[in-house]
Nanobody
């Protein structure tokens, strides 16, 4: 059974940092691009960033560039989302996802999804 399990969410204050983790199991994701998405209340799910299976390329949506960093653990079945300088606009449920496409931002091209972890940033 394929599983992606996110962890590390919580309640923080504006300006704080938080690191989310995503642990993949059930198959090897070494050749999958791993992405992060988020969904705020009343809004559509949006792409946050992703890292290719080689780890050579990571890319982000404009609103998080320079603040968020994605990395892969050794073995490549774990991926991290380091979030710095958080603002209330970053409040959302954050989802980890895996795609067989090398570089994509499209929700439809991510085949596997976690259940999400809540991040709340207070002002």
């Amino acid at each position: 059974q394929v599983q992606l399990v996110e962890s590390g969410g919580g309640l923080v204050q504006a300006g704080d940092s938080l690191r989310l983790s995503c642990a993949a199991s059930g198959r090897t994701f070494a050749r999958y691009t791993m992405g992060w998405f988020r969904q705020a209340p009343g809004k559509e799910r949006e792409f946050v960033g992703a890292i290719t299976w080689t780890g050579a390329t990571d890319y982000y949506t404009d609103s998080v560039k320079g603040r968020f960093t994605i990395s892969r653990g050794i073995g490549k079945n774990t991926v991290y989302l380091e979030m710095n300088s958080l603002t209330p606009d970053d409040t959302a449920v954050y989802y980890c996802a895996a795609s067989a496409s090398y570089t994509t931002t499209r929700i439809s091209e991510f085949d596997y999804w976690g259940q999400g972890t809540q991040v709340t940033v207070s002002s």
